[in-house]
């Protein structure tokens, strides 16, 4: 079975300043990682995910994550936020033969401040 | 715009009613996955139907129970409802070509309150 954590339930940030949110996994077979938002009363979207290679993820709106195989780490980074960026940030892990059943954290409120 | 469609968006039930959630997947898609999202908390797996089978279940009861249709459009329900099934339903679809990691879309779920 897998697990996740997202230590920081909430992330007040500045317009424009750099943030990162905070995703730790528990597995002991292989797995494959992703990052979801949410936006208000909506469902979700998927920013990025990481299936192999290299360890560093680019997705969608500026976002990338890191993949770091010896600390079962998955931050996600942004170098600069915008207020649309206000919004939940889901990490969420599934085994690579588990077919997409994925496990999520309890979420990270971004909320980005003028 | 993720191509997954879920009805009804709200509905409030009494406890001890039952429910039906639907959704349909993405065109092509034949596999269907449902999720349960309480207030504050992350999406949980409750269940998988590939090819109209069930294929994987999260720890859920036994009166929660899906159906996949020919279409590939699905069904929860929920039956002896209770207050803590309040939440959001999400339901994901994905093409399960035997590898996974295919990206999973979903649409932007039913919100069920019981009272």
């Known amino acids: 079975a897998q697990s996740v954590t997202q230590l920081d339930s909430q992330v007040p940030v500045f317009e424009e300043a750099p943030v990162e949110l905070r995703c730790n996994y528990s597995?002991?077979?292989?797995?494959?990682l992703f990052w979801y938002v949410q936006y208000p009363n909506q469902g979700l979207q998927l920013l990025l995910k990481y299936l192999s290679g290299s360890t560093l993820v680019k997705g969608i709106n500026g976002f990338e994550a890191e993949f770091n195989k010896s600390q079962t780490s998955f931050h996600l980074r942004k170098p600069s936020v915008h207020i649309s960026d206000t919004a939940e940030y889901f990490c969420?892990?599934?085994?690579?033969?588990?077919?997409?059943?994925?496990?999520f954290g309890t979420g990270t409120q971004l909320k980005v401040e003028l | 715009e993720t191509g997954v469609t879920q009805s009804p968006t709200h509905l409030i039930k009494t406890r001890g009613q039952q429910v039906t959630l639907r959704c349909s997947s993405q065109s092509g898609h034949n596999t269907v996955s449902w999720y349960q999202q309480a207030l504050g908390q992350g999406p949980q797996f409750i269940f998988q139907?590939?090819?109209?089978?069930?294929?994987g279940r999260g720890n859920f009861p036994p009166r929660f129970s899906g159906l996949q249709f020919p279409n590939y459009s699905s069904e929860l329900n929920v039956n002896a409802l209770e207050l803590d099934d309040s939440a959001l339903y999400l339901c994901a679809s994905s093409l399960k070509t035997g590898s996974t990691g295919n990206t999973i879309y979903f649409g932007e779920g039913s919100w069920l309150t019981v009272v």
């Open positions: 969420a892990v599934t085994a690579t033969g588990g077919g997409n059943k994925l496990t």
């Open positions: 139907y590939y090819r109209e089978e069930e294929n």
């Open positions: 597995s002991s077979v292989s797995v494959y």
